[in-house]
């Protein structure tokens, strides 16, 4: 399991950096692919677990979102969210019309598909087009990333008390702590490579890669925590098979998701020279 894991890491780390640093448009497509594969993962897990969300309107939905936000930022969202509300709707309706006893709720699930994994997921197009927002991006993501490595070892090491017992067992709150432990200086550390190489005028400091990686660690792994209580409910293991020894694309990416909304919202509200 550990050798699947490596090696898929492997693959897919010099890929994920390649899409970074070049930018437009291929790290928005290589976005859009990544959230329109979680999505259709989403969609399968709910259906395992009894509900029927449209899964044409979860996935279009989510790429829609992903290339609005590539193309014009947030204009178009509001368009984009009011169209795919009512087509919910209509479809839903006439689902009910035929039959389907769970047609709300399937309403329900299909809205919470394509807003969390388009709307939510499209923050992370939103860092990497931010001014500087390769180097914004290098820090955000492997932050939460070593923040993740801390809590897995401090987990292993010291790991006594449940923290989300019926949720995720194997997490605990000394891993947790290592997480944030983790996640702060490591922040500080990739602040102050970032610094050397992209220079003062990135906006970038050693106290503001700590302030994030800190800020980070306390909130993200309420996302891993979130996709596990979908998993748990429905009753599956992982979201997928795509990725040998790490599950599914939904699986990977759960925490990224509240790094990219989280990271890009302090980054332009507090970080950001004026």
């Known amino acids: 399991m550990l050798a699947k894991r490596i090696a898929v890491a492997l693959i ?7 899409a970074i640093i070049a930018g437009e448009p291929v790290f928005a497509a290589a976005i859009t692919l990544t959230l ?17 969300p449209a899964g044409a309107l979860v996935v279009g939905g989510t790429v829609l979102f992903a290339a609005g936000r590539a193309i014009n930022g947030f204009n ?27 047609s709300a709720t399937n309403f329900s699930a299909t809205l919470g598909g394509f807003f969390y994994l388009g709307w939510i997921g499209s923050y992370l197009i ?3 087009d931010l001014t500087d927002g390769m180097w914004w991006f290098l820090l955000v993501l492997p932050s939460v990333w070593v923040a993740d490595v801390g809590a897995y070892l401090f987990g292993h090491l010291f790991g006594r008390h449940p923290m989300a017992p019926r949720t995720s067992p194997n997490k605990t709150w000394e891993g947790y702590l290592g997480g944030i432990l ?13 610094l050397a190489l992209g220079g003062p005028d990135t906006g970038i400091t050693v106290i503001k890669g700590a302030q994030l990686g800190l800020v980070l660690a306390l909130l993200t792994p309420l996302g891993d925590l979130g996709e596990s209580m979908i998993k748990r409910q429905v009753g599956a293991k992982d979201s997928g098979k795509l990725l ?31």
């Open 12 to 18: 897919l780390l010099p890929i994920g950096l390649a």
């Open 36 to 52: 329109a594969i979680a999505a259709w993962e989403y969609v399968r897990l709910l259906r395992a677990g009894g509900l029927k």
């Open 76 to 102: 178009s969202a509001p368009w984009i969210a009011s169209i795919l509300i009512l087509s919910s709707m209509a479809y839903h309706v006439v689902d009910f019309e035929r039959g389907s006893e769970g």
């Open 126 to 128: 939103s860092l990497r």
């Open 182 to 194: 983790s996640g702060t200086a490591g922040g500080a550390a990739l602040a102050a490579v970032w």
């Open 244 to 274: 040998p020894g790490h599950g599914g694309v939904f699986d990977r990416i759960d925490s990224w998701l509240w790094a990219g909304v989280i990271g890009y919202y302090l980054i332009t509200w507090i970080f950001l020279p004026n």
